[in-house]
């Protein structure tokens, strides 16, 4: 049975965030955070927080039984889009810059090794 976890409203471009993703994609859920402890990239912390939640979603279920973090394996990752905040910046001769924040849903999707 799979877990499927959703970080949302991430202050971060989707396109940082997806490859940090394509590092773990199919790795087991140790080996995907010890990846990530290392990566020198923003991204990282909230994948990495991501994916320790669904590990902890997982073994706090009833019929996990004697299941560890070696045993589970991110089987999809992926980062969507959010909502773009959007803030104006003046600028000279009375016009303005736009600034468009955006954001993004992290999925985690992880399951027993087969």
Same mark, same amino acid.
């Given at each position: ?28 859920? %140790?080996?995907? @955070? &010890? ?6 990239? +923003? $991204? ?7 994916? #320790? ?10 019929? %996990?039984?004697? @299941? &560890? ?6 089987? +999809? $990752? ?7 905040? #959007? ?28």
């Amino acid at each position: 049975m799979e877990m499927k976890v959703q970080a949302k409203f991430v202050r971060m471009s989707p396109q940082k965030i997806r490859q940090v993703l394509e590092l773990v994609k199919g790795k087991s859920v %140790a080996e995907a @955070v &010890s990846i990530l402890r290392f990566t020198n990239k +923003r $991204a990282a912390t909230p994948v990495e927080k991501a994916i #320790r939640s669904a590990s902890a979603n997982y073994l706090q279920r009833d019929d %996990a039984g004697d @299941v &560890s973090e070696h045993d589970l394996v991110v089987t +999809r $990752a992926f980062a969507d889009q959010g909502p773009t905040l #959007r803030r104006f910046r003046p600028m000279s001769m009375g016009r303005v810059g736009r600034i468009r924040r955006k954001t993004s849903h992290i999925t985690i999707v992880i399951d027993e090794k087969s």
